[in-house]
């Protein structure tokens, strides 16, 4: 299985070949956000795919925000071409979860620590929260996640 960045990497070649100016701009700006972040530190980093996930929620926010701003200011062309670059890294992004889905997961996961530790204290809370971050991360909203367990554990 390709990482997410390796992914990205692949997809310059695709757009380049199909022509697709925004696309292949987008993905070569976000792959040089990824490089400077990995370089940036006292130490070379590698980034995994939930570094790369959370680099890429955020690229798209700010877009999404970018283009709040040109459309209050009256710049219509400006707004799209942000929410053109926004739609082409929310492609990379994993699928978003629903409430139920989410509350599905941590029903699971709580239940299966359970099963091995005997009943959690909200003391526990966090043994609780390090397996389902995992595999919500980057897909439903923390605060609600936490909120989930908060409330799960009582």
Known sequence: MS????????????HM??????ALTTVRNVL?????REKGGKTP?????AQVTALLQKEAAKRRDTAAI????GENDRAA???????VIEAYLP????????????DRIITALEAEQGELSMR???IAMKPITAEIAGRFDGKAVSEMVRKRLQ
């Open 70 to 73: 040109y459309t209050e200011a």
């Open 95 to 106: 699928q978003p979860l629903d409430a139920d889905e989410a509350a599905a997961i941590v």
């Open 81 to 87: 071409a942000e929410i053109a670059e926004a739609e």
């Open 32 to 36: 040089g956000e990824i490089e400077t």
């Open 124 to 126: 526990q809370m966090g």
């Open 45 to 49: 980093v590698e980034f995994d795919d």
């Open 17 to 22: 070949k199909a022509g697709n100016k925004t």
């Open 3 to 14: 990482t997410l960045k390796e992914t990205l990497k692949n997809d310059v070649v695709v």
